[in-house]
């Protein structure tokens, strides 16, 4: 992520009551390789890669940048999640300045309808509050994909604005300061949650 300022990254090995949020390594190329060719994974996030392509293109050492943790369980990558700056030039914003932090993740289908995207994004949003406390977190996703709205809405995002982009209605929201209730003030379980980049 760009603007971090003093945050140090990567930061220790985040620990949640079932999966460790780590920085990539080499042993996560087949995963981002898989996730990235996955039907089921692009059908909200214009459609599938070709694998061949992804072969080709994916570094040894995918994903290793500031902002991207892999979510991974009993040691194998299920997923990723990002924080991001959200460029500018796209619309949905709620600072003058832009530049917000951005919330995306993507789960292999075979870990959907466990309620590990729920489990990792409050992981990842509760680290972004101690690191930066204060910024506003905003999540943007098709209103079609029904399980990413329930997973916004689980993490306490609130709709801000609906706008058209990349041929579809956008849901655009910010994370409340209201707290859900359970361990994690961002909650800890969802309903089935199929990925996207909200």
Not at 23 to 35: G, K, Q
Not at 108 to 137: H, M
Not at 167 to 196: D, H, L, M, N
Request: hydrophobic content about 40%; aromatic content about 8%.
């Amino acid at each position: 992520m760009t603007g971090l300022g003093p945050v140090a990254w990567p930061p220790a090995p985040i620990r949640t009551e079932r999966l460790v949020l780590r920085e990539s390594e080499a042993r996560d190329r087949a995963a981002f390789v898989e996730l990235f060719a996955s039907p089921e994974v692009g059908t909200y996030l214009g459609g599938p890669r070709p694998r061949d392509e992804l072969k080709r293109a994916v570094p040894e050492v995918p994903g290793r940048r500031p902002g991207l943790f892999v979510i991974d369980l009993d040691g194998a990558m299920i997923g990723m999640v990002t924080l991001d700056r959200r460029d500018a030039e796209r619309p949905g914003h709620v600072r003058p300045d832009a530049g917000e932090a951005e919330l995306g993740y993507m789960l292999l289908p075979q870990a959907w309808g466990c309620g590990y995207a729920a489990e990792a994004c409050a992981a990842a949003l509760d680290w972004f509050a101690d690191a930066l406390p204060g910024e506003p977190v905003v999540l943007c996703t098709q209103t079609a994909n029904a399980r990413a709205m329930r997973l916004a809405a689980k993490l306490g995002f609130t709709e801000v604005e609906r706008f058209e982009e990349y041929g579809a209605e956008q849901w655009f929201g910010v994370c409340s300061s209201v707290t859900p209730s359970g361990a994690s003030r961002y909650g800890k379980t969802a309903p089935s949650i199929s990925p996207g980049t909200p």
